[in-house]
């Protein structure tokens, strides 16, 4: 029974340049949800999707910064025009409902470096 | 959301059992208590969650106190694999969609030594 799957684990861009992460939820699981964790910080929520919807973003940036969860294949969290400053851990994570008793399973993350 | 007050760290010699305490004195009637811990270079794992009584599973217990602004979670042999941050987290039982993020501190840095 596979975990939460992201790719690629790690991950290096040159400033302006775009990068995709991506996440596979645990089978059965439609909900999911990205964290962002700066060097030295803590984890910080980002976005909640459910299949095709966006449910909560409020902790996005406003710009560069989207999400999307097609009806088909994984979770894609996309950083366009990069900064040194986007360089931080992204974690993806699953769960089969939106109950506040749901524990959340978390991959294992993609670290960004941004050159 | 209700706010949760954990020590930066703890030490513990292996195979002791930890206990580590998290105080929430602001807590709501619905609000559950999870904790989830993170190992170095890995994404946060879940440990546990109740809401008013003790829980147990294979990997803790929760004890949770009567009035309910304390908890504390139980490892009860720690291991050199335990090494991890552990964060308490509320999480409000009323509310669909939005309450459905996860909001982690600071937590408590654990080591365990031989």
């Known amino acids: 029974n596979a975990g939460v799957m992201q790719n690629p684990r790690h991950l290096v861009r040159r400033r302006g340049q775009e990068a995709r992460l991506r996440c596979s939820p645990m089978?059965?699981?439609?909900?999911v949800y990205w964290y962002r964790q700066l060097p030295e910080e803590g984890l910080k929520f980002m976005v909640y999707?459910?299949?095709?919807?966006?449910?909560?973003e409020s902790g996005m940036p406003k710009e560069r910064f989207s999400a999307e969860f097609p009806k088909e294949g994984p979770s894609i969290l996309r950083i366009q025009q990069v900064v040194r400053g986007d360089s931080a851990a992204y974690f993806c994570a699953s769960s089969t409902g939106t109950g506040s008793n749901q524990p959340q399973h978390f991959g294992d993350g993609t670290r960004l470096s941004i050159l | 959301d209700a706010k949760t007050t954990q020590p930066n760290s703890m030490e513990s010699n292996e195979e002791e059992p930890v206990h580590l305490p998290c105080n929430h004195s602001?807590?709501?009637?619905?609000?559950?208590i999870h904790w989830y811990r993170q190992l170095p270079s890995q994404g946060p794992e879940y440990v546990i969650h109740g809401l008013t009584s003790n829980v147990n599973n294979r990997m803790a217990s929760l004890a949770i106190a009567e009035d309910r602004k304390s908890s504390t979670l139980i490892l009860h042999r720690a291991t050199l694999r335990d090494a991890a941050v552990y964060y308490c987290?509320?999480?409000?039982?009323?509310?669909?969609?939005?309450?459905?993020?996860?909001?982690f501190g600071t937590g408590t840095r654990l080591q365990v030594t031989l």
């Open positions: 987290i509320l999480r409000d039982g009323r509310i669909a969609g939005t309450a459905s993020k996860l909001t």
């Open positions: 089978k059965g699981h439609s909900h």
């Open positions: 999707l459910q299949k095709e919807n966006i449910i909560d």
């Open positions: 602001t807590i709501s009637g619905t609000d559950y």
